[in-house]
Every structure is written in C-alpha cells, then in structure tokens.
C-alpha cells in the first residue's frame, strides 16, 4: 500500500564525504544543541521516466531504491518552496501500478525505462534539541552516476542534503542555510540528484520537454497569454495525483483549472488560432464535466448536513441522518467512480497530448505579437458586456423557474468574466484587478443563490423517498422552506453586488 510523505529540504555543494571539516559548527543555531553522527548507508537507486525525460521536465522522479531504511518504490512530486510530496511503495521487480497510474499526466501514457542507476554513500547525521529530539537530518551523499540512456557516461560528485523533521519548525531550515553560506557552503544549482546526473553524463538539456516556442516575442499578448495557459496545464498535470487519490478539495481545484483555461481560449481567440483551441475547448468541457458530478455532489452533501445540523434537534423528525447519509454514500461513490473513469480514459490522456502540444506550439495568430494592453482590453470588455448582459435580462424576470435559470446564465457569464480578467492584470493593472474582484462577489451571490436551487431539487427527492416508505417528511420540508429565503434573500442581495460591478468608472478605467 501506498505511503505519502511530506519532505522539505535544501541541498549543497560538498567538498567531500570523509573529511567533514569544512562543515561549518551548527550547534546553537536555530535551536540545535548538537549533531549526531547517525552512521552510512549504502543506497542503489535506478530511475525510471520516458525516453524523452517527460517526468524530468515535470520536476518529477520515480526510482527503485535498495538500502537504508526506506528501502522500496518512491515517487516524489513538487510542491511549493523546498517541498516535495514522496509517495512509497514496498519494493517489488516492476513499477507497482499504483506509481504508474500517479504519473499519466506527466507521461501520457508513454512508457517507463530505467534512465539513471545512482550509487550514494550517506553519512547521516542528525540535527538534535536539548532534549535529543531530532530537527532535521543532515547527510552527506557521495554519488556515483550512470546513465542507462544511450551515449551517456559516468559522473560522480558529492553534495550535502538538510532535510527537516517531521512537523519541525520551516524556520530552522532558513536559520542552517544562512550558517552554511557564513561557511562558503554554496547550494545546488541542479534540483534533484536526478536532474545532475542527467546534465553531468552528457544528456543535453535540449531533451528536456515543455521549452517554449521561440517564436513568442517576449512582453508580448501571446507571451501573456501563454504564461497563463502553461499555468492552467501545469495546474491540472499537478492536481491528477492528487484527484486520484481523492485528496480533499483537488476535484474542484482541477474542474477550476479547466474552466480557466476554456474561458481564456474562448475570450483570447484573436491570440490564439480558434481552429486549433476550440477542439481542446470541447474536450476541456468534458473533462469539466465528468468532474462536475463528484464536486456538485460535495457541495450539494455538505449543503444538506449543515442544514440539518442546524436544526434544533426537536425538528428532526424522523431517520433524517441516517436517509441522508445513504443517499450519500451511494451518490458519492458513483461520482468517485466516474471521476477514476475518466482520468483511466484514452480520451483523457489525448486531452493531455493536445494541452501539451498547445504549449510546446501554439497557434499564434497576428495579434500575439501586438502589445498586450489593448489586446486584453478588448477581450475584457467583450466578456463583461456579455455578462452585463446577462445579469440585466435575469434581473427583469419576475421570481419563478425562469428567473433562476436566468441567473445561472449570469452566473456562468460571471465566471468567463472573472477568468479573462486574470491574465489581464499583468498589462492592464488594477482597473483588471478591481473588475475581477467585483464580478466575483456577484458570482457568489450567483452560486449561492443556484446551489439552493440544486439543494431544493434533491430536498424534493428525498422527501418523496421517505414518504413511500412512511417516514415523516415534515424536516425535509422545513429545509425547502429555508433554501427558499436564503435564495429570496439573494436575489435581495444581488442589485447592491451588482450596482458595484456596473459601475461606468470601471469599464471606462479599462479602456483608458
């Protein structure tokens, strides 16, 4: 079974393994009282990627480790700053299909191959408190490289790795970096033993994927645009792990990611060819949609039980709980299960193909070439009038179905609105900002008001379910009736977010 672990580090230049006496003394920083000699491990690792280094250039690794005490299959994952997720697996011959599966959107589906084999002798040390708790270990690893791709060669180096404790504090790790420089310590330039194997045996950097195409001219609105779109990719590429293993709130960050990236090739077609984004537009949607059911179902279960656990308890009438808590259990697996179905899927991996080939080539249309003030600007507008648009023709409808399926238009046209304004804020500045911002409150106002909507659907359902079986209804009923005044107390709400939003001074700010 897999085991996922959190590991913060920092890595340095070393002189050598044997003779430690250019390590300048850490005691008395950062809270170390001493460092303790903890022993070698001789460790043999072989990693695997694609020919074409696809993890690698993801800031991915996947090995095979013998040795130590950690002995087995480690994938390891960026996150922010020094961190990195390792998932563990016990050692086996083959790569365990629970790695494989965690790096599709990294590979695509391309096959796995030995890459690098790494022999290290690690002097580990620990860095301990006055009470002999550990803070971080401290290691000095002397490599030994060899590449397993073709016309590479042997390299060997050694370096020095801090990597923090469970749960220590993040400062101790700034407070060892700056005693090591004090002591001419330098820090790597290459992220990962992995990554310096592979420039130090001969593999050019060329084979790394995901460079951007030359021809974006730099400061440009396709070279905005297309910091954006890479963000977005990268963003659903980082999330799939996570989505995988139903980490909470990753299917709504990866639905979010591909929203984004529908609404940004929509609104910049005079950036980026239409012929060749509106395809992966169709596809973006489905993915959307395929995780649509799971994150609806989230917000819509969490809706429910808050409601009822509201509720003085005297107003519980009936097996509610336990009603509620069947009907989610069988609603939530078949969402999971169709989320799993999607990213297993030969469509979802030719979705990731064809973001791929979007950053590596886009298709650049004249004006990606133009300045980017007035090439934002236009799309900006065009999305916000639409979207005002919206808003003015639900807000004339009298309260009833209509009005509420009007709202959930604007609500859609809020968020392309909200969404086109990001990759403006780099040329445009605060007129973009304070837009987006404001469009966002009326887009929760929006959402709130079609999550009772959805809410007083299911409250229908449920209530008709328990009463067939003679079970009262008077709770269910109860619920309706307080989604209806919060969804009154919306519609209250929303020509006050809305006053805000369409107010001329920001559309004339826009343009000026």
């Known amino acids: 079974m897999a085991q996922s672990t959190r590991e913060t580090e920092r890595k340095y230049e070393a002189p050598t393994a044997d003779d430690t006496s250019w390590l300048p003394d850490l005691a008395g920083v950062g809270g170390i009282a001493s460092v303790?000699?903890?022993?070698?491990?001789?460790?043999?690792?072989?990693?695997?990627?694609?020919?074409?280094?696809?993890?690698?250039?993801?800031?991915?690794?996947?090995?095979?480790?013998?040795?130590?005490?950690?002995?087995?299959?480690?994938?390891?994952?960026?996150?922010?700053?020094?961190s990195r997720e390792e998932v563990r697996v016990p050692l086996s011959d083959t790569i365990p299909d629970d790695l494989r599966d965690l790096v599709i959107s990294r590979t695509r589906g391309a096959e796995l191959r030995p890459v690098v084999r790494l022999r290290t002798e690690r002097h580990k040390h620990e860095l301990v408190d006055t009470d002999g708790n550990a803070l971080a270990e401290l290691s000095i690893d002397a490599v030994e490289a060899e590449s397993l791709l073709p016309g590479a060669t042997r390299a060997s180096w050694t370096e020095l790795e801090v990597e923090l404790a469970e749960d220590a504090d993040p400062g101790l790790l700034r407070a060892v970096d700056k005693a090591l420089r004090e002591g001419d310590v330098e820090r790597l330039s290459a992220p990962s033993k992995l990554a310096r194997a592979l420039e130090e045996t001969a593999v050019s950097a060329s084979r790394l994927p995901g460079a951007r195409a030359e021809r974006v001219v730099e400061g440009s609105a396709?070279?905005?645009?297309?910091?954006?779109?890479?963000?977005q990719v990268r963003t659903v590429v980082d999330l799939d792990p996570a989505v995988r293993r139903n980490v909470p709130d990753s299917v709504h960050q990866m639905r979010v990611a591909c929203r984004r990236l529908r609404s940004v090739l929509r609104s910049y077609r005079s950036?980026?060819?239409?012929?060749?984004?509106?395809?992966?537009?169709?596809?973006?949607?489905?993915?959307?949609?395929?995780?649509?059911?799971?994150?609806?179902?989230?917000?819509?279960?969490?809706?429910l039980s808050s409601g009822v656990e509201a509720l003085p308890r005297e107003l519980?009438?009936?097996?509610?709980?336990?009603?509620?808590?069947?009907?989610?259990?069988?609603?939530?697996?078949?969402?999971?299960?169709r989320t799993q179905e999607a990213l297993a899927s030969p469509r979802y991996v030719a979705l990731l193909d064809s973001l791929a080939d979007l950053v590596a080539q886009p298709p650049l249309r004249r004006k990606a070439a133009r300045e980017p003030k007035a090439v934002t600007a236009k799309a900006v507008l065009k999305e916000y009038d639409r979207f005002a648009g919206r808003v003015r023709a639900a807000l004339e409808l009298s309260?009833?179905?209509?009005?509420?399926?009007?709202?959930?238009?604007?609500?859609?046209?809020?968020?392309?609105?909200?969404?086109?304004?990001?990759?403006?804020?780099?040329?445009?500045?605060?007129?973009?900002?304070?837009?987006?911002?404001?469009?966002?409150?009326?887009?929760?106002?929006?959402?709130?008001?079609?999550?009772?909507?959805?809410?007083?659907?299911?409250?229908?359902?449920?209530?008709?379910?328990?009463?067939?079986?003679?079970e009262a209804s008077f709770t269910w009923g109860l619920l309706y009736g307080r989604e209806q005044v919060s969804a009154r107390e919306r519609q209250r709400e929303l020509p006050g977010v809305w006053a805000r939003a369409s107010d001329p001074a920001l559309r004339k700010a826009l343009k000026d």
Do not use: F, I
């Not at 005490?69 to 390891?76: Q, R, Y």
């Not at 396709?222 to 963000?231: A, C, K, S």
């Not at 060819?273 to 537009?281: F, G, H, K, L, S």
């Open 399 to 470: 309260p009833g179905t209509d009005r509420d399926k009007a709202l959930h238009q604007a609500r859609k046209a809020a968020k392309k609105a909200r969404y086109v304004t990001e990759p403006a804020r780099a040329s445009l500045g605060k007129p973009a900002q304070r837009l987006g911002k404001r469009v966002k409150a009326v887009q929760k106002v929006l959402g709130d008001h079609q999550d009772s909507v959805v809410a007083r659907d299911e409250l229908r359902r449920l209530a008709g379910a328990a009463g067939t079986v003679g």
């Open 316 to 337: 519980v009438m009936g097996p509610v709980t336990a009603r509620l808590q069947a009907w989610h259990v069988t609603k939530d697996s078949e969402a999971r299960t």
């Open 222 to 231: 396709g070279d905005l645009l297309l910091g954006y779109v890479e963000n």
């Open 271 to 303: 950036v980026l060819d239409r012929e060749a984004t509106d395809p992966v537009r169709e596809e973006l949607r489905w993915l959307a949609g395929e995780l649509s059911v799971e994150r609806d179902h989230e917000v819509l279960q969490k809706r």
């Open 36 to 82: 303790a000699d903890r022993g070698t491990d001789d460790l043999d690792a072989v990693y695997y990627d694609t020919v074409d280094l696809r993890l690698t250039g993801a800031s991915a690794t996947l090995r095979r480790r013998t040795g130590g005490a950690d002995a087995g299959w480690h994938l390891k994952l960026p996150l922010s700053g020094d």
